[in-house]
């Protein structure tokens, strides 16, 4: 089946511009992380949803970072007045049930250049 | 705050056997360990994941010792193929959320 898509792959942003970012998982899984990779850094967590429920935000860097996920599928993570720091390539990801010995399922990311 | 530690790089030659240790030192009981490999400009993909002793899959095995402190990963026969690079990624359960901590990141070269 699909695995987890993200789009737009590449986003150009000018500082001080809003971003959306989305994220369509594998169809019915229950958990969704996204990921910001820094240039030659591992991925860092940012946020969880399980369903539509955002149970964990404790890793977005600042409050011009949203995520949601409305209807418990699709999910946007949108940055707003964008910094050149926010570079970065942004991952979804998606995991079956949300518990522990689930596996966590990437997508390709958005490199997102703040110019 | 967990820290997860991997060596920065490794080099081995085609159809040796590569071993990968990740240092967890703060894992909880309930999290799980898991191995990702990672292209550039490619999102991580998985290759396999265990919570004790020894798990192996059609293309690796994983060992871990019965503290659960640190994991390897072991790549059977390497090819050019496996030049990428691998994280280990672990929760983050005893500071109270569901973050999950990726290892620093090991860059595997593979050398004809």
């Known amino acids: 089946g699909a695995g987890v898509s993200q789009s737009p792959r590449y986003k150009v942003a000018k500082r001080g511009q809003d971003v959306a970012l989305r994220c369509d998982p594998i169809?019915?899984?229950?958990?969704l992380f996204w990921y910001q990779q820094a240039l030659g850094q591992g991925p860092e967590f940012l946020t969880y949803?399980?369903?539509?429920?955002?149970?964990?935000k404790s890793g977005l860097p600042s409050d011009r970072f949203f995520a949601e996920r409305p209807e418990g599928s699709v999910s946007t993570l949108k940055i707003q007045r964008t910094q050149q720091e926010d570079s970065a390539v942004y991952l979804c990801a998606s995991s079956p049930r949300g518990q522990e010995a689930d596996t966590q399922y990437f997508g390709p990311g958005t490199r997102l250049t703040v110019l | 705050l967990a820290k997860t530690t991997q060596p920065i790089s490794m080099d081995s030659y085609e159809g040796q056997e590569v071993n990968i240790t990740c240092s967890h030192n703060?894992?909880?009981?309930?999290?799980?360990i898991t191995w990702y490999q990672q292209f550039p400009s490619q999102g991580p993909r998985f290759i396999i994941q265990?919570?004790?002793t020894k798990v192996t899959n059609e293309v690796a095995s994983l060992f871990i010792p019965a503290d659960r402190k640190s994991s390897t990963l072991s790549l059977p026969r390497v090819s050019l193929s496996d030049t990428a690079v691998y994280y280990c990624?672990?929760?983050?359960?005893?500071?109270?959320?569901?973050?999950?901590?990726f290892g620093t990141g090991t860059r595997l070269k593979v050398l004809a």
């Open positions: 949803f399980q369903n539509e429920a955002q149970l964990d």
């Open positions: 169809s019915g899984h229950v958990s």
């Open positions: 990624l672990v929760g983050d359960r005893p500071s109270g959320t569901y973050k999950y901590i």
């Open positions: 265990g919570y004790k």
């Open positions: 703060n894992i909880a009981t309930n999290d799980y």
